[in-house]
């Protein structure tokens, strides 16, 4: 590990100290993760604290974890991931929070800490279902208004029932059942005569 993620790392365990519930070190970067419950307590100090100054969040995006490593996770299945910058230091950080109801997966928003959250967390609530406290623009922005569903799930299903076109007649545009048969789709390789070798 580096000098200054030693530093860095040093600086996180004192200024959150126990609200660090992990902190891995992987790839050159330090990815650290937090409850929900302290969630923006701990965004607003990352950005605040001058031995940090975590002033800007280049992304913010959401994860599923159903299924994964082969249906062995136990833990929460919707994480909300940002990944900030400091400027001043130019160090970079990970930061990791689970949502604790499945069902109803609600976390704090960021929009009031880092104005460029806003639409990143449209996204995760349009592709994942996640909810923000405190975001006062939710709404879809990817998928149509009458999508019904999150299409970034895991238990998505793979292909709809429903196919939407324009209707000249109605000027307007229509859901009709889906027009096409269902298929599975088998890779062919297809080679050329004489394929690698000399003529």
């Not at 100090?45 to 994964?68: A, M, T, W």
């Not at 019904?148 to 000249?168: A, L, N, Q, W």
């Amino acid at each position: 590990m580096s000098e200054r993620l030693e530093q860095l790392h040093q600086h996180l365990d004192r200024v959150l100290g126990q609200r660090i519930k992990s902190a891995v070190i992987a790839r050159n970067e330090i990815t650290i993760v937090v409850d929900s419950a302290v969630y923006a307590e701990v965004a607003i100090l990352l950005r605040d604290d001058p031995s940090l100054s975590f002033e800007q969040l280049i992304d913010l995006c959401g994860v599923d974890y159903k299924d994964y490593a082969d249906g062995a996770w136990s833990g929460p299945r919707f994480a909300v991931v940002s990944h900030l910058l400091s400027i001043k230091y130019n160090l970079r950080l990970r930061l990791r929070v689970f949502a604790p109801n499945d069902d109803y997966p609600l976390l704090a928003s960021m929009t009031p800490i880092w104005n460029s959250a806003n639409w990143f967390e449209r996204e995760a609530f349009d592709l994942f279902g996640i909810l923000f406290d405190g975001h006062d623009d939710l709404r879809r922005i990817l998928t149509d208004y009458g999508f019904i569903g999150h299409p970034f799930r895991k238990d998505f299903p793979i292909s709809g029932t429903v196919e939407m076109r324009y209707d000249p007649e109605l000027k307007r545009v229509v859901y009709q059942p889906v027009s096409i048969e269902p298929r599975e789709v088998t890779p062919r390789v297809i080679r050329e005569e004489q394929y690698g070798g000399l003529n």
